[in-house]
């Protein structure tokens, strides 16, 4: 019988989102990233970062901040489906596409938490983000990145 193990990362960190966050306002989702190829290499996992610049993060914020995280897939290589980006409104057509949240911590200053473990598509794909922080979002520095793991025969 085979051993399997988590492999070490298999890339170096890679942005997916920056400036599209930058003073979003609660309840905002991001316009996607731009286009990610997992058609070659082949990734299997990815652990996503999110770092909030700077912001007040304190009262009457509470445990119910988070940041969503979406991943889009091309099926086809070439299209996306809908995905409501750069809207306040609820958006069913982007429920299919979420992949997990991660809590922003209760501080008056920068906040930095990782989703562990996020199915990489086959193929193309994107990524966006909703801020659920009841806060409007630091002016600048903020980011969304992501890097791949998978698993191997021990």
Request: no cysteine; net charge negative; hydrophobic share 35%.
């Amino acid at each position: 019988m085979t051993d399997v193990r988590k492999t070490a990362y298999l890339a170096e960190a890679q942005t997916a989102l920056s400036t599209d966050l930058d003073g979003d306002t609660n309840d905002t989702y991001s316009a996607l990233s731009g286009e990610f190829d997992n058609s070659t290499t082949g990734y299997m996992f990815m652990d996503v970062e999110v770092y909030l610049a700077s912001a007040d993060f304190t009262t009457p914020g509470g445990a119910d901040m988070a940041v969503e995280v979406y991943v889009v897939p091309s099926v086809d290589g070439t299209n996306y489906p809908n995905y409501q980006d750069s809207g306040t409104t609820t958006s069913q057509e982007n429920n299919q596409y979420f992949v997990g949240s991660v809590t922003v911590e209760d501080v008056n200053g920068a906040v930095r938490a990782t989703l562990r473990g996020v199915e990489i598509p086959n193929g193309k794909w994107k990524m966006g983000v909703r801020n659920v922080t009841n806060r409007t979002l630091a002016a600048t520095l903020n980011t969304v990145k992501w890097r791949p793991w998978g698993y191997k025969s021990a």
